[in-house]
């Protein structure tokens, strides 16, 4: 009588002979149907990979994150290029070649970048005034060892056979409205497995063993937005499953093998390629909040963070394509910052209320004038001028007062004022002092 493990692998060569026969009649499909088998299968280790050691001696990760053909650029962490979000951002964006028009990207498909279980799905629907739906995009969370966690985010169309795995939408929990919903899973699936197809993404990665990011408040990026609202009845498991581990991002290319680390790194630059990444350690660090310092992320709230519907969050930090170009991303929060200080023609207002609410970047100082976020110390005053909307939009004319100020059992704060009545700093009468018209941020 055959034993079990014979009869195993008897039936793994009539598989891969049958794969191989398809091959031959049909080269084109013959590919893709090894691919997707060979991903999907679950046969021999069923040890979560949450739980399974990850590998001594080699990289977590063996495949590329999509075909590298269709990828134009790497934005680094810490990218601006998503109008709007708050700056550092926890992942790389992979966008891709153009399309049939310049404004155009074509669609590639995003590959599991190793052996992984898919942990969880969430999607999102985005709708016009009039409550119509515009859009959908994909998150999926995955581990690929037990200190290893990814995700991709913007994936426009999942693959139909990892949601039929996932049971199908009708198994997903909803968070507040069907626009937007999450299902925990278990789905293992091959390294270069299809996720999903899109025309750009982002990745994200966490390591769990390593040392965390030196966040002055690492609280702040423990909450889930989900786990703080209690209409949402969705499981801690689930809740868990789709919380970012934000202090321990990391910059994914560097997990990758040391054969394909080299190509990835040499895409790095903005979402166009207008600019490349300069400096050492061009995929930087995800979050660079400097304890003691201005650097970093700061809130609207003294308590809550910028997950809630109420709270909103402003960056301090250098450029993540050049590093002597820093960066104020107040995305209009800060009230001082009028559309009247662009400059720009009268007859474009429309320019300016734009360019008040953009990112404004300038060219790093030394002293108390341009001061490297990092180098900002409790209680001085610190002047910002020559300042640009974005990194090719008008400039402001005015300069900008920052101070900090630690407060003993309690967070610290932050002080901006736009000033209209200087255009250098050199023209502000010593000493410098705030006008009355300040915001204050906390961290």
């Known amino acids: 009588m055959l034993e079990t493990g014979t009869y195993t692998r008897l039936a793994a060569t009539l598989f891969t002979a049958a794969?191989?026969?398809?091959t031959t009649y049909s080269p084109n499909a013959g590919r893709e149907t090894l691919v997707r088998a060979a991903a999907l299968a679950q046969v021999g280790d069923k040890t979560p990979r949450a739980e399974a050691a990850c590998p001594i001696g080699e990289t977590p990760?063996?495949?590329p994150f999509a075909d590298l053909e269709g990828v134009l650029s790497v934005s680094p962490l810490g990218s601006v290029t998503a109008p709007g979000e708050p700056l550092p951002a926890p992942?790389?964006?992979v966008n891709t070649t153009l399309g049939e028009t310049i404004l155009d990207r074509r669609q590639i498909t995003a590959l599991a970048p190793a052996k992984i279980d898919v942990t969880a799905l969430e999607r999102r629907t985005q709708r016009d005034s009039y409550g119509r739906a515009t859009a959908q995009s994909w998150t999926v969370h995955f581990r690929v060892c037990e200190s290893i966690a990814l995700y991709y985010d913007g994936i426009?169309?999942?693959d139909p056979t990892l949601l039929a795995k996932a049971g199908g939408l009708e198994t997903f929990e909803e968070f507040a409205s069907a626009d937007h919903i999450a299902r925990e899973t278990q789905i293992r699936?091959?390294?270069?497995?299809?996720?999903g197809a899109t025309r750009g993404f982002d990745v994200g990665l966490h390591d769990l063993a390593a040392a965390p990011e030196g966040l002055e408040r690492p609280e702040r990026y423990a909450a889930n937005p989900y786990a703080q609202a209690a209409a949402f009845d969705a499981p801690s498991s689930l809740i868990k499953a789709i919380t970012p581990q934000t202090p321990f991002a990391r910059c994914p290319i560097d997990y990758l093998p040391q054969r394909m680390r080299a190509s990835w790194s040499d895409k790095l630059g903005d979402s166009w390629v207008f600019r490349r990444a300069k400096g050492e350690g061009a995929c930087r660090t995800a979050l660079l909040d400097a304890p003691g310092a201005a650097q970093g992320v700061w809130f609207t709230d003294a308590a809550h963070n910028a997950a809630t519907t109420k709270v909103s969050a402003i960056a301090l930090a250098s450029d993540s394509i050049d590093p002597?170009?820093?960066i104020f991303a107040l995305h209009g929060r800060l009230s001082s910052l009028t559309p009247d200080l662009v400059s720009a023609a009268p007859a474009m207002d429309h320019v300016k209320e734009k360019a008040a609410k953009d990112f404004l970047s300038f060219e790093r100082g030394t002293g108390r004038v341009n001061a490297p976020f990092g180098d900002v110390q409790d209680g001085s005053i610190y002047c910002y001028e020559r300042l640009r909307s974005n990194f090719v939009g008008p400039m402001i004319n005015g300069v900008i007062l920052l101070?900090?100020?630690?407060i003993v059992d309690g967070p610290a704060r932050l002080r901006i004022e736009a000033r209209e009545d200087a255009l250098s700093c050199i023209d502000l009468k010593e000493p410098w002092a705030f006008a009355g018209d300040e915001t204050t941020f906390y961290r």
């Open 19 to 22: 794969l191989l026969l398809a």
């Open 61 to 63: 990760l063996t495949s």
């Open 91 to 93: 992942y790389i964006r």
């Open 156 to 158: 426009e169309k999942l």
């Open 189 to 195: 699936l091959q390294s270069g497995a299809p996720i």
């Open 324 to 326: 002597e170009r820093l």
């Open 403 to 406: 101070q900090r100020n630690s």
